[in-house]
């Protein structure tokens, strides 16, 4: 997947510019696919080029002026070919499981507290996944939402994230707990 799927992807429900692009991406898109602000508005200026999205000024008299930016119906062709491509296996790519594989070997202090750091993380992120659901769902109950809502996509990638930060809490608690274990057996055995 290339950046301008996911940023055609957040541009679906509405008109966005860049500054609120990059909250969108915070909060929703995050979860899937990770980009800096600067990567954003460059993709807005390549995806506009290209003409998948269309941007408009708004003039603003107390503040500059803003463009806003939305889909094309090239965007959403171009989103309709992605979505029917073979998608290819996900990845992980993480300096924290590096840390983890080598543990054996290195002072294992530093690689506990990080672990606890990220645990830390993906409970915050869980609970902005949980409320985020509920906000989605706007005070239906989940099944009757996915069976009546208009757009469940959001909703369903969020579950995505939701699953995989409640899998990463449970793997960093399991692992800091089990080096914390093997570090007492080691400083007792000396």
């Known amino acids: 997947m290339a950046l301008r799927?996911?940023?055609?992807?957040?541009?679906?429900?509405?008109?966005?510019?860049?500054?609120?692009?990059?909250?969108?991406?915070?909060?929703?898109?995050?979860?899937?696919?990770?980009?800096?602000?600067?990567?954003?508005?460059?993709?807005?200026?390549?995806?506009?080029?290209?003409?998948?999205?269309?941007?408009?000024e708004v003039v603003q008299e107390t503040r500059p002026n803003k463009r806003l930016f939305k889909v094309t119906d090239e965007g959403l062709a171009e989103l309709e070919r992605f979505a029917a491509s073979s998608a290819k296996p996900s990845m992980l790519?993480?300096?924290?499981?590096?840390?983890?594989?080598?543990?054996?070997?290195?002072?294992?202090?530093?690689?506990?507290?990080?672990?606890?750091?990220?645990?830390?993380?993906?409970?915050?992120?869980?609970?902005?996944?949980?409320?985020?659901?509920?906000?989605?769902?706007?005070?239906?109950?989940?099944?009757e939402f996915l069976r009546e809502g208009e757009r469940v996509g959001p909703y369903l990638t969020c579950l995505g994230g939701l699953v995989f930060e409640r899998g990463y809490l449970q793997w960093c608690e399991r692992i800091a707990g089990i080096l914390e274990t093997r570090s007492g057996e080691k400083e007792r055995g000396r």
């Open 93 to 143: 790519r993480d300096d924290l499981a590096v840390k983890v594989q080598s543990s054996d070997l290195v002072d294992t202090g530093p690689v506990i507290a990080q672990l606890r750091e990220r645990a830390d993380f993906a409970r915050a992120k869980i609970e902005l996944f949980e409320k985020l659901l509920v906000k989605l769902r706007g005070g239906r109950v989940e099944e």
């Open 5 to 56: 799927h996911a940023v055609l992807a957040a541009l679906l429900d509405e008109e966005l510019s860049g500054y609120q692009l990059a909250k969108s991406f915070d909060l929703g898109v995050a979860n899937f696919w990770h980009a800096l602000p600067q990567q954003l508005y460059a993709e807005l200026a390549r995806l506009e080029a290209d003409g998948l999205v269309a941007g408009r």
